[in-house]
């Protein structure tokens, strides 16, 4: 009878995946993905591609608050930068979009190095407050810099067109969308398992510690505060393309809370987590619109009235719900309903 | 100079708000430790049960600032029980996080409850102005003005000579070594998130009868954010200073650099003193270790 896992090797410790039958669903879930837009209608589809350009936001977070432990409250700027960046590259200046995507990572890492710089002294809810401060910062100046912005009148974004193939369609964007947030999988997963992502670990279990044991603190925040702010500036690009149009209120302050949420709700520090926490979060409110239409028509039309109301209700009452009864999220109770199933009728 | 007494003057009514919050901010951060990010939610819903009352009983001072004060207690008393006390003894992200969620609720929760337009707070008194050598006040802003250092001077003597207030420095100070000298730790924080509650609500109050009252309120509690830090955020008197010098500051950055500068004055001024001086003006530096 199996007991536990023998892992041998440091090889084996660090794989990616460890088990054949986790390699063959995610090909089937690959598979179902890559299939999907062919079989959803456009409504479903939306969902898709919001999905899918959430997770890559919520990957990048995931880097800075889930692996280093820096909490950011302001990673809207870093999506709202991202964003400004593409549009003002490919749509002002008719560069390539592939510049447009260069650019939409680089400016936010720029950004995030003169956001990152207070974090070298300070951490915490102080670093949290810095970041909140920031994002409010870079709404006033976008809104200031008209004559590269286009100030509140914002700039429109159209889909892109990348090495001759057309992303026009929204199955052929979701496409985008999906290679993109695969990428960004595989990159924060492989982070995780080197030396830089084991440095960030050990920031967050405990700095002085860390710093004891030979961890450059200063590089690292910065390196975790700049890798953060690149992948968000990449899905940022994306949200903008999707709402082709990008202006200050198309990103408001609540996609900062939402993000938190989602890495809340999936279990901090887990790329796994961040994935089902996105699913969970973005398909909550429609969820809760269609359990509500089942009960009454009179609270259907609560929800079509103030649906950016009960959104952010729910994604509050989400939020303290799980911290009180499951603080470990999603994965948490992923791995303790495996190990029952495993031990069962063991307790453990 | 005439025009740099008024901005002086308006902001230092404006900072006599931001004060009062802060020191909210503050009163919870001292005895339990933590950054209420709800703050300006409560202020806010102080300030429209205060609106709903007086449309009520037809602005009669004494009704409204009674009903306000008891309504700000309960607010305080029920997140309290009902949400901060369960988390007690959590990692303070998690806790801190639990109040990021109850902002959000709360803010919408205003939507739902009352609506989306703005409102006059009346009481018939507080929008009259008084000149003083051609400089005009009104009667609320003074009236705010003191209310800041009447508060100030209040909660500096509780904390020095009631015995609650030593026992909440206590808490604040080492919390298991005051639970096992016979404090309890639940009553110090309840009594933390009522006056907390009130204080800042009062701010909020005073907010209502100078501006207008609308769902955009709770950013309120953000202007207040620098000034905590600026004064310290385990420093109570420390906040409510640093509320007057974040107004004047705001209003002189408005006044003379633009209505953008307004916005982000604050922000710009926090991120330079948490860089020079992290815990603030008048806060305690912590000393870490392993």
């Given at each position: 009878m199996r007991t536990g896992d023998y892992k041998q090797t440091y090889g084996e410790l660090v794989?990616?995946?460890?088990?054949?039958p986790i390699w063959l669903w995610s090909a089937v879930l690959l598979m179902a993905l890559i299939a999907a837009p062919y079989a959803l209608n456009a409504y479903a589809l939306s969902f898709l591609m919001i999905i899918l350009i959430t997770v890559t936001g919520a990957l990048g977070l995931n880097i800075l608050?889930?692996?280093?432990g820096l909490i950011s409250l302001g990673h809207v700027g870093f999506l709202v930068t991202g964003a400004y960046a593409y549009a003002i590259l490919t749509?002002?200046?008719?560069?390539?979009p592939l510049i447009g995507f260069l650019g939409a990572g680089l400016v936010p890492a720029l950004a995030s190095l003169i956001v990152g710089a207070p974090s070298l002294r300070l951490k915490g809810l102080y670093l949290a407050i810095t970041t909140l401060a920031f994002s409010f910062i870079i709404n006033t100046v976008i809104l200031e810099m008209r004559w590269l912005t286009n100030g509140a009148r914002g700039l429109s974004v159209q889909r892109p067109e990348i090495l001759g193939i057309s992303f026009d369609s929204d199955a052929a964007f979701t496409y985008l969308c999906l290679g993109v947030a695969t990428l960004t999988l595989f990159a924060t997963l492989n982070i995780r398992r080197s030396r830089v992502g084991r440095a960030f670990v050990a920031i967050r279990d405990n700095d002085t510690a860390a710093r004891v044991m030979g961890i450059n603190l200063h590089a690292y925040k910065l390196l975790a505060f700049v890798t953060s702010a690149f992948i968000t500036g990449l899905a940022g690009a994306l949200y903008g393309i999707y709402l082709s149009f990008v202006s200050v209120?198309?990103?408001?302050?609540?996609l900062s809370i939402e993000a938190l949420a989602i890495l809340i709700v999936g279990g901090l520090g887990s790329a796994l987590g961040a994935v089902l926490g996105t699913v969970l979060i973005v398909l909550l409110p429609e969820a809760a619109r269609l359990v509500f239409s089942f009960f009454s028509a009179q609270l259907d039309a609560v929800f079509t009235t103030g649906a950016q109301e009960l959104k952010s209700m729910l994604y509050g009452l989400v939020i303290i719900l799980f911290l009180r009864?499951?603080?470990?999220?999603l994965v948490g109770a992923w791995h303790d309903i495996r190990r029952a199933w495993v031990n069962w009728p063991l307790r453990y | 100079m005439q025009y740099l007494l008024q901005l002086l003057i308006s902001g230092l009514a404006i900072g006599a708000i931001y004060g009062l919050i802060a020191m909210g901010f503050a009163v919870i951060y001292k005895s339990?430790?933590?950054?209420?990010?709800a703050q300006g939610e409560m202020t806010m819903i102080t300030a429209y049960i205060a609106w709903t009352i007086s449309t009520t009983v037809n602005g009669n001072v004494v009704v409204v600032a009674f009903g306000a004060i008891l309504a700000a207690i309960l607010l305080g008393l029920i997140i309290e029980r009902v949400v901060m006390r369960p988390m007690l003894g959590e990692p303070v992200f998690a806790t801190v996080m639990v109040t990021i969620g109850l902002a959000v609720i709360l803010r919408s929760a205003i939507n739902f409850i009352w609506d989306a337009y703005p409102h006059g707070l009346d009481v018939?008194?507080?929008?009259d102005i008084v000149r003083f050598g051609g400089i005009g006040v009104r009667t609320g802003q003074i009236a705010v003005i003191a209310t800041l250092l009447a508060l100030l001077t209040a909660i500096w003597a509780f904390f020095r000579y009631s015995k609650m207030g030593i026992a909440m420095r206590a808490v604040a100070a080492d919390d298991r070594t005051a639970l096992l000298m016979g404090i309890s730790a639940s009553r110090v924080h309840a009594l933390a998130w009522a006056a907390s509650s009130v204080i800042a609500g009062i701010g909020g109050v005073f907010f209502a009868l100078s501006y207008d009252l609308s769902p955009?309120?709770?950013?309120l509690g953000l202007k207040a954010f620098p000034a905590t830090i600026l004064g310290g955020l385990d420093a109570v008197l420390g906040s409510g200073l640093g509320g007057l010098l974040i107004g004047i500051t705001e209003n002189l950055a408005g006044g003379y650099l633009g209505s953008g500068m307004k916005e982000i004055a604050g922000f710009a001024m926090i991120i330079v003193v948490l860089m020079i001086r992290?815990?603030?003006?008048?806060g305690e530096r912590d000393i870490e270790r392993v």
């Open positions: 794989a990616l995946i460890d088990s054949p608050t889930g692996y280093t749509a002002k200046y008719h560069l390539p209120e198309g990103f408001p302050f609540l009864f499951q603080p470990r999220g | 339990t430790g933590l950054v209420n990010f018939g008194m507080g929008r955009a309120m709770f950013q992290p815990f603030g003006m008048f």
